[in-house]
């Protein structure tokens, strides 16, 4: 991936869930590239396999419909075929608490090797009965192991800071200790992902103190509580892709990787010109592109027309 293109990726990879996704906002907060270079950088992301553009129709409980566009972004490159399932999954889907326009992520979560149900033909045999001691013999006490308590998510996500971000390792104590603020945080409807994000992002440098910023970070940051009042179920009862660009919908036109023939043409993604990095020799210090050679005499006579003179050669 060129430099700017990766630049790019992980800036749109660190935005939170439901950011805004046109060029213009985030050649706007992007400290390097302006809007031409940020859509130009967002067409070949999108080109690539990373980034696509759903609308997606909306049935509330309430009687209301609405259309929501939704820019999905992948850290891994997914096919046509890959995105066209994932568009097809969303038919049908709850979307009750997570129907905002935006920013979401692509990447579905694999299924849990626990939650698969074992195969009857590989099922372990169950232990023989332990033979009953003689009367004259008397059995040995056992101690029953204890449990081991799972970790609770809040704090799998604390533990795991370090591997976001090592200068935000936590001990074992300090998990313990901001474990109930992580959990009120999950309780509100944060995700681990914007817990990490909220914790780690925009860190100073050094940090030496990390559970001391966990904490103020962990209360000053608090998302709001949740409305007590519930909200009307919603679901996605179509979804189609729009272009990248224009947002023409794959309805009206037909889409290549994302993007429509018009769009596509206008950031060059089907020119075969020089590839991405490569300077033309015109532009190049010291050379000049080679001019036409000029008619001389045809100027002359041009000049003398001009003048009100016949050309040369006429009386």
Not at 30 to 49: I, K, N
Not at 58 to 81: F, G, K, N
């Amino acid at each position: 991936m060129p430099p700017r293109e990766a630049e790019l990726a992980a800036f749109i990879d660190e935005l939170p869930t439901g950011a805004a996704m046109g060029h213009k906002v985030i050649a706007a907060e992007h400290p390097r590239y302006g809007q031409q270079a940020v859509r130009t950088a967002m067409s070949r992301l999108t080109d690539a396999g990373h980034l696509r553009w759903v609308k997606e129709h909306l049935t509330v409980e309430d009687h209301t419909m609405r259309w929501v566009t939704r820019t999905y972004w992948s850290r891994l490159r997914r096919s046509e075929e890959w995105w066209a399932g994932f568009v097809q999954a969303r038919h049908g889907r709850d979307v009750t608490y997570d129907h905002q326009p935006g920013l979401a992520r692509a990447d579905e979560p694999e299924p849990e090797a626990a939650d698969a149900e074992p195969d009857p033909a590989e099922a372990p045999e169950e232990p023989e009965a332990p033979e009953e001691p003689e009367a004259s013999e008397e059995p040995e006490a056992s101690e029953e192991p204890e449990a081991s308590e799972e970790p609770s998510a809040a704090h799998r996500t604390l533990a795991e800071l370090r591997a976001a971000d090592r200068r935000m390792a936590l001990s074992e104590a300090e998990c313990e200790a901001l474990e109930p603020l992580a959990a009120e945080w999950l309780a509100r409807g944060a995700t681990p992902a914007e817990l990490t994000h909220a914790l780690t992002a925009g860190l100073p440098s050094p940090v030496t103190n990390p559970g001391g910023l966990a904490r103020k970070r962990l209360e000053s940051k608090m998302p709001p509580k949740p409305p007590a009042k519930t909200r009307p179920k919603a679901r996605v009862t179509r979804a189609v892709f729009v272009c990248g660009l224009c947002e023409e919908p794959e309805t009206a036109v037909p889409l290549i990787n994302g993007l429509c023939a018009e769009c596509r043409a206008e950031c060059g993604l089907d020119e075969a010109g020089p590839p991405p990095g490569v300077v033309p020799t015109t532009f190049l210090p010291g050379l000049r592109p080679v001019e036409p050679p000029v008619d001389v005499e045809a100027r002359a006579d041009e000049a003398r027309r001009g003048a009100g003179l016949a050309p040369r050669g006429r009386g």
